[in-house]
């Protein structure tokens, strides 16, 4: 997600109460509203509305308020949602991740302000995983209680649902498959195209330019779907499809579908060979190719500008880099660093990450080096707090002392009048107490965040070292960038004992300083291995 400026945050504040807690001591929407406020005005951000939902409950998402919020979303008119409680938009932690996703993609910030959910930081964002992974989890189990009826479909060779695929329809009484005639000639005429062209974009092109499209079908509310152009990742996914031999494929084994088949054993296994022998995925992209794990995080140490992913072919391999833009810019004078291999340099930082996750000294002296300062600052606040507190009591205290006096009819004349004038400025003296406990509380909470930073980096790394290895590709690329904030990459002027030539990298991981090595525990060369990590390739420039 993008990061959005405080001078261009416009806020919705989402209060919400069912009818069950309507009454309780705190939970009122005027208490959540007033709350959500202060708080945007501690901030200096801008409060567009507030979205009272009053008498709905939070396990579903059918709220007035709450869709008229996405609506706003939609149209721009909010990028950050303020909620005093995460349940108050959602108590189904599945709902929830549905919720965020949308956040995900309209780049909305989230922000409780009773709970550590602030995805406006990067740990905030690191706490919203967490809690997705409990969302996996509950959707895990929900699918072990269908899996058995889709694993008897399957083997019973019976469509287990799903939009339906170009070539068929899907037949409204038993859920099957039905060939559809007017589809049947344009899903042959993708095969033959691919087995003469094979090439997936050039098939694409030649489908799209006569006039082909992609399946169109109408849901049951009357929506027409589909009808789209075609691309090299449908096509690779038809291809790749043994439905259209009259097989069901599940969990990676074939069934004899109960559909017939509309393409022919011959063609189907023609095209197999292609697509092995081009070594294409379900996805439509080439496995071998670079999916650059460190997009975006890489810069050079020499121009300063960004390294962006490149590759060149040489004798028809393809060689993956990190290229300085400098370098890429025509324009300019080049870069001396120029590029750096794309795959040794991430499994450097893999490595190293990997390396900082093993020893327990490297972490404990970061995360103290990281929140020395908070630490005391929350001291000072805490003590503060503690300071307000008492003069409010006191405040509150006077104030029930002269009110007890009137109603016992102790003053008269002048002296009441007085008295209700002390009232009203005692009352003046308390609301403004009040107020600057709830902007101290609002600190001291922002400084727990910081905290909670520390534990989590450290509990990231533990996920890095022992389950790194098993992500898939995206997983890898997401746990990279939650922990790491930047690589610089340097090359030194001169060579190693070979001839080699020598880069080094400096990290910078997300809420923390820059590492300062004199500052940790002594934990012999960790803090330097840390700061600058060697790289050196006798091949740079070249691939492997």
Not at 366 to 377: G, H, L, Y
Request: contains cysteine; hydrophobic residues 35%.
């Amino acid at each position: 997600m993008a990061e959005i400026l405080d001078n261009e945050r416009k806020c919705a504040l989402y209060v919400r109460v069912s009818t069950v807690h309507q009454s309780d001591e705190g939970e009122s929407l005027d208490e959540q509203a007033k709350t959500l406020e202060n708080y945007c005005a501690y901030r200096k951000w801008l409060n567009i509305r507030v979205y009272r939902e009053e008498g709905f409950s939070g396990k579903n998402l059918k709220r007035p308020a709450f869709q008229k919020m996405l609506n706003d979303i939609n149209t721009g008119k909010i990028n950050t949602v303020i909620v005093k409680k995460v349940d108050r938009l959602s108590r189904s932690i599945i709902d929830f991740e549905h919720v965020y996703t949308k956040f995900q993609e309209k780049n909305v910030d989230l922000i409780s302000t009773q709970e550590n959910f602030d995805t406006s930081s990067a740990i905030g964002r690191s706490v919203i995983r967490i809690v997705l992974v409990f969302a996996q989890l509950e959707r895990e189990q929900t699918s072990e209680r269908t899996i058995d009826v889709m694993a008897y479909r399957a083997k019973q060779g019976m469509f287990n649902g799903g939009y339906p695929r170009l070539g068929y329809d899907i037949d409204a009484e038993n859920k099957g498959l039905i060939p559809c005639e007017n589809e049947i000639p344009v899903v042959k005429e993708l095969f033959s195209s691919y087995i003469r062209l094979g090439s997936l974009s050039e098939t694409a092109i030649e489908m799209n330019s006569r006039g082909f499209r992609l399946k169109t079908w109408t849901t049951k509310k009357g929506i027409t779907r589909g009808g789209e152009s075609f691309q090299k990742t449908n096509i690779s996914r038809i291809l790749n499809n043994p439905v259209y031999i009259g097989k069901i494929r599940y969990k990676g084994a074939l069934y004899d579908g109960q559909h017939s088949a509309i393409i022919s054993d011959d063609l189907f296994n023609a095209v197999q060979g292609i697509l092995k022998a081009n070594n294409i995925s379900k996805t439509g992209y080439r496995q071998a190719d670079n999916t650059f794990l460190l997009k975006g995080l890489v810069r050079c140490g020499v121009c300063k500008t960004a390294m962006a992913p490149s590759y060149a072919m040489t004798r028809g391999k393809k060689y993956f880099y990190y290229r300085c833009n400098t370098d890429n810019d025509r324009s300019k004078t080049k870069c001396r660093i120029g590029s750096v291999h794309g795959q040794k340099i991430e499994t450097l930082v893999v490595n190293e990450l990997k390396f900082l996750a093993q020893d327990p000294r490297i972490i404990e002296g970061v995360v103290e080096n990281a929140t020395k300062d908070q630490r005391v600052r929350a001291k000072e606040l805490t003590a503060k707090r503690k300071t307000v507190q008492d003069t409010l009591s006191q405040v509150d205290k006077k104030a029930k002392n002269l009110v007890d006096v009137l109603s016992e009819g102790g003053a008269t004349g002048s002296s009441s009048g007085y008295l209700v004038k002390q009232i009203e400025e005692l009352d003046v003296q308390a609301r403004q107490l009040r107020e600057e406990l709830e902007s101290v509380s609002f600190e001291i909470h922002d400084l727990e965040n910081k905290f909670l930073s520390a534990e989590l980096i450290k509990e990231n790394f533990k996920v890095f070292r022992d389950v790194y290895d098993h992500l898939t590709i995206d997983e890898k690329y997401d746990l990279l960038h939650l922990l790491i904030k930047k690589i610089v990459y340097y090359e030194e002027p001169e060579t190693d004992a070979d001839g080699n030539k020598i880069g080094k990298i400096k990290m910078d991981l997300w809420e923390l300083p820059p590492i300062d090595p004199s500052k940790l525990s002594p934990a012999d060369d960790f803090a330097e291995r840390y700061v600058w990590l060697p790289f050196t390739d006798s091949n740079h420039g070249q691939g492997d």
